[in-house]
């Protein structure tokens, strides 16, 4: 059984013209965004400067880090260990790791 040749030279691309109205819309956001944040004298760049090159800010970061990296693993090894429990064939096991999720 052989497919059927289709005619594709009159088909035409469906045309979206509020895609390049929005598209154009968030650029200009953008842009002002930018330019607020180079330009606003509020912001002090220099205050933010000294701050981010602060040892206490990068003791935070690390601890952050530090932090997540251990609570995906421990969610990971916990979501694995529940699926597991879930296919289980043992009812009681099915059941308290359904009842936990």
């Given amino acids: 059984m052989t497919l059927p040749e289709v005619d594709v030279a009159g088909a ?3 045309r979206h013209p509020l895609r390049w109205v929005a598209s154009i819309i968030l650029l200009v956001l953008a842009a002002q965004l930018v330019s607020l944040l180079v330009t606003n004298p509020n912001f ?3 205050v933010v400067g000294r701050y981010v ?3 206490i800010i990068g003791q935070g970061i690390f601890t ?3 932090l997540t990296v251990i609570a995906m693993a421990v969610g990971v090894v916990l979501g694995v260990l529940l699926a597991i429990g879930r ?6 096991a099915r059941g308290a790791c359904g ?3």
């Fill in 44 to 46: 002090q760049w220099d």
């Fill in 12 to 14: 035409s691309r469906t």
């Fill in 64 to 66: 952050t880090l530090l």
């Fill in 87 to 92: 296919l289980s064939e043992n009812p009681v």
């Fill in 53 to 55: 090159n602060a040892q």
């Fill in 99 to 101: 009842l936990y999720v």
